[in-house]
């Protein structure tokens, strides 16, 4: 059974940072792709950022720029650093690994942007 578990979520004014973590329970060089989702209440879960184990990234527009996914292969760990939060930024966020034909999830981290 895989396991993701986040790690980073918070309160943050405009304008502020936070790194999420995502530790998983399997060998990360057994993965190709990790992603990171989001969900703002009353809304669908988003795809925000992806990254292979090549290292190739992709981004949603709405975080280009301001968002960055990396991976640690040695540690079982992904990341999401944030940058310029906006209160439209404001969801939970969750881990997700696509793994011979099941897609895993974390339980999520809540993110909130307000002053």
């Known amino acids: 059974q895989v396991q993701l578990v986040e790690s980073g979520g918070g309160l943050v004014q405009p304008g502020g940072s936070l790194r999420l973590s995502c530790v998983a329970s399997?060998?990360?060089?057994?993965?190709?792709?990790m992603r990171w989702f989001r969900q703002a209440p009353g809304t669908e879960r988003e795809f925000v950022a992806g990254?292979?184990?090549?290292?190739?990234?992709r981004y949603d527009d709405s975080v280009k720029g301001r968002f960055t996914i990396s991976r640690d292969n040695a540690k079982n760990m992904a990341y999401l650093e944030m940058h310029s939060l906006k209160p439209e930024d404001t969801a939970v966020y969750y881990c997700n690994l696509p793994l011979m034909g099941a897609e895993y999830w974390g339980q999520g981290t809540q993110v909130t942007v307000s002053s």
């Open positions: 990254i292979t184990r090549s290292g190739n990234t």
């Open positions: 399997v060998s990360m060089g057994s993965v190709n792709t």
